[in-house]
């Protein structure tokens, strides 16, 4: 069975509840940083008709294909999502609008051209958004696309959000699922900023099927590789979320969350190897089974140095972070790529 095959049955076995149209999968306000400091932020998880890639099985660790919506929304319905979204950012004076559809907000099948204008002119005419971030493909962002949202947002910075995941077209295929090359993603961010947009690039640590220490080495070279063509990097931390092939595997003990120190190793490399390059990281579900962890002693306090690195970009964030279980961390390191896959602890 080919690992496409084994998402798609796994999609195709859960029950998705039917959810009003006309309001967005998720919103919520936060802090993240752009090129002149920290800001505030909006994120509007648009319910669409779903994820292209996705519906044809898609990627090993992604669960937000069950928030997209059963039956297409109207156009209506769509810009219903926009103004339920944006009562949150009511007291904000200066703030980033982030956007996301599970999918790709450039996919004229999930968001009609139509409903892309009337969006972008609604966020255009707010003087308090500076900049206006949507996640798509790769195989969307075009010179048509982009020159088309740059023009609707006269007077807003327009960001092309993608999640490039790993520079390596092996893990990308075979422990991702992800649909797309290495080469697909730098020719889309070469059109994004020949055409007046920054490029944004989502990377995962930890896919499926990696060692602790070949996942840690694996984003460390993919910033290497992807930094000619990435104006900020956004580390995620592989989580289990349901209906996922992650979670199938999880549930059978041959799947590990990464570490907190794995990622914090990560970020303090790559940060002295790239001083003015934007990295973060938001370590969600920090300290849970499910999520990023390290013991339970730390855990927490770790994340939290890892979200205030995030904002300053500060490498001192890390300076006085310790626990026992560092130590173990590193024997980890050493071991688990002797274990044939198989984590050393849950």
């Given at each position: 069975m080919?690992?496409n095959?084994?998402?798609?049955?796994i999609r195709?076995?859960?029950?998705?509840k039917?959810?009003?149209?006309?309001?967005p999968?998720?919103?919520?306000?936060?802090?993240d940083?752009?090129?002149?400091?920290?800001?505030?932020t909006?994120?509007?998880?648009?319910?669409?008709?779903?994820?292209w890639?996705?519906?044809?099985?898609?990627?090993?660790?992604c669960g937000?294909?069950y928030?997209?919506a059963q039956?297409?929304?109207?156009?209506d319905d769509?810009?219903?999502?926009?103004?339920?979204?944006?009562r949150?950012?009511?007291?904000?004076?200066?703030?980033m609008v982030?956007i996301?559809?599970?999918?790709?907000?450039?996919?004229?099948?999930e968001?009609p051209?139509e409903?892309?204008?009337?969006?972008?002119?609604e966020?255009?005419?707010?003087?308090r958004?500076v900049k206006?971030?949507a996640e798509?493909?790769p195989?969307?962002?075009?010179?048509g696309n982009?020159?088309?949202?740059v023009?609707?947002?006269?007077?807003t910075?327009?960001?092309v959000?993608m999640g490039?995941?790993?520079?390596?077209d092996?893990?990308?295929k075979?422990s991702i699922?992800k649909g797309?090359?290495?080469?697909?993603?730098?020719?889309a961010?070469?059109?994004?900023?020949?055409?007046?947009a920054?490029?944004?690039s989502?990377?995962?640590?930890?896919?499926?099927?990696?060692?602790?220490k070949?996942?840690?080495?694996?984003?460390?070279?993919t910033?290497?590789?992807a930094?000619?063509?990435?104006?900020t990097?956004?580390?995620n931390?592989?989580?289990v979320?349901?209906?996922?092939?992650v979670?199938?595997?999880w549930?059978r003990?041959?799947?590990?969350?990464?570490?907190l120190?794995s990622?914090v190793?990560i970020?303090?490399?790559?940060?002295?190897?790239f001083?003015?390059?934007?990295?973060?990281?938001d370590?969600?579900?920090?300290?849970?089974?499910?999520g990023?962890?390290?013991?339970?002693?730390?855990?927490?306090?770790?994340?939290?140095a890892?979200?205030l690195?995030?904002?300053?970009?500060d490498l001192?964030c890390f300076?006085?972070?310790?626990?026992?279980?560092k130590?173990?961390?590193e024997?980890?390191?050493?071991?688990?790529?002797?274990?044939?896959?198989?984590?050393?602890?849950?």
């Amino acid at each position: 069975m080919s690992l496409n095959k084994a998402v798609l049955d796994i999609r195709n076995r859960q029950r998705v509840k039917p959810s009003p149209l006309d309001v967005p999968a998720a919103s919520w306000t936060g802090r993240d940083v752009i090129e002149s400091g920290e800001i505030d932020t909006i994120t509007i998880i648009f319910k669409t008709s779903g994820c292209w890639w996705g519906k044809a099985g898609g990627c090993t660790m992604c669960g937000y294909v069950y928030d997209s919506a059963q039956d297409s929304p109207s156009d209506d319905d769509l810009m219903a999502q926009l103004v339920k979204a944006m009562r949150k950012a009511s007291d904000f004076d200066r703030f980033m609008v982030k956007i996301f559809t599970s999918g790709s907000f450039l996919d004229t099948k999930e968001i009609p051209l139509e409903v892309r204008h009337r969006i972008l002119e609604e966020l255009d005419s707010d003087e308090r958004i500076v900049k206006v971030l949507a996640e798509t493909r790769p195989e969307f962002v075009t010179e048509g696309n982009v020159k088309d949202c740059v023009s609707v947002l006269k007077s807003t910075d327009f960001e092309v959000a993608m999640g490039l995941e790993t520079s390596s077209d092996v893990i990308r295929k075979q422990s991702i699922n992800k649909g797309f090359t290495f080469q697909n993603f730098v020719d889309a961010a070469v059109v994004a900023r020949v055409n007046g947009a920054t490029v944004k690039s989502y990377l995962m640590l930890k896919p499926l099927f990696l060692s602790e220490k070949e996942a840690l080495e694996d984003i460390v070279q993919t910033v290497r590789d992807a930094a000619e063509y990435t104006d900020t990097f956004s580390i995620n931390l592989c989580n289990v979320q349901r209906g996922t092939y992650v979670e199938y595997l999880w549930d059978r003990k041959q799947y590990r969350p990464p570490w907190l120190w794995s990622i914090v190793d990560i970020l303090q490399r790559t940060k002295k190897e790239f001083p003015d390059m934007i990295i973060t990281s938001d370590p969600v579900g920090a300290g849970s089974k499910r999520g990023p962890h390290n013991c339970r002693q730390c855990s927490h306090a770790v994340a939290d140095a890892i979200r205030l690195f995030s904002l300053t970009q500060d490498l001192s964030c890390f300076e006085h972070l310790s626990c026992d279980c560092k130590d173990l961390w590193e024997q980890v390191l050493e071991l688990e790529d002797h274990t044939f896959g198989s984590p050393i602890l849950d």
